[in-house]
């Protein structure tokens, strides 16, 4: 009976895990639509979305401690668990970086909303969504090829980003007064190029789930 009752927590964790995943995948579309629209009123909705993030990561901590506390759960469990609390942390970061994208666009004034967003930005945000995404499937299906994919993905934004700030000093060369908007572009790649490192370490946790090795290390755990 007790070990029924393990497995049906744990059965409650993942799906907790995931209907954050899918809160969170909500956030981001919410502020790729923002940035498309370059529209800060929207913004609120993003705010409403972010809270439900953080209440969802403070259930599944509790959850999980839970479960270490009563279960005693054996070395598999154990770094489902550890992997868990990792992941959640994570997820409730992309979701703060969102919320700092959509806060950054509502400074913004009518004007500067009438300008056409650099396309780098949207490409980066629609990488950085997909990464997540699938980082969320492999999780659901203890999938590693989707978990290195993602892991293999995360250049490329990279790159993106790389670019981005190249494109913002080049616009910036020879001003020498105010706080032109490249300067508010190059901080929102930053952090769209951080949750794409988020949904990178993701990736690298359900690697953790299955193989017991941390691509950071590539030394097993001692979990």
Same mark, same amino acid.
């Given at each position: $009976?007790? @070990?029924?009752?393990?497995?049906? #927590?744990? !059965? ?5 895990? *995931? ?84 806060? $950054?666009? @509502?400074?913004?004034?009518?004007? #500067?909303? !009438? ?5 780098? *930005? ?102």
């Amino acid at each position: $009976m007790p @070990r029924n009752l393990f497995e049906r #927590e744990m !059965q409650q964790l993942r799906a907790g895990i *995931l209907d954050m995943g899918h809160d969170v995948d909500m956030v981001l579309g919410d502020t790729m639509h923002v940035l498309r629209a370059m529209n800060g009123e929207d913004a609120a909705q993003v705010k409403e979305l972010e809270l439900a993030v953080d209440r969802y990561e403070h259930r599944l901590e509790d959850m999980c401690v839970n479960i270490i506390a009563l279960q005693q759960p054996l070395a598999s469990d154990l770094r489902t668990i550890t992997a868990a609390l990792k992941i959640v942390t994570d997820m409730e970061r992309i979701s703060d970086q969102c919320y700092d994208i959509c806060e $950054m666009i @509502r400074t913004f004034s009518a004007g #500067e909303r !009438q300008d056409r967003t650099p396309p780098y *930005l949207f490409e980066m945000m629609r990488r950085a969504r997909e990464m997540f995404n699938l980082a969320l499937q492999s999780f659901a299906e203890g999938d590693v090829e989707k978990a290195a994919a993602v892991c293999g993905s995360d250049d490329a934004v990279d790159r993106l980003f790389s670019q981005a700030v190249a494109e913002g000093c080049s616009n910036l060369s020879g001003r020498v007064t105010g706080i032109p908007r490249e300067v508010d572009y190059m901080f929102i790649a930053k952090y769209i190029e951080r949750i794409a490192d988020h949904a990178t370490n993701i990736a690298e946790w359900v690697l953790f789930i299955r193989t017991g090795r941390h691509p950071d290390s590539g030394e097993e755990k001692d979990v």
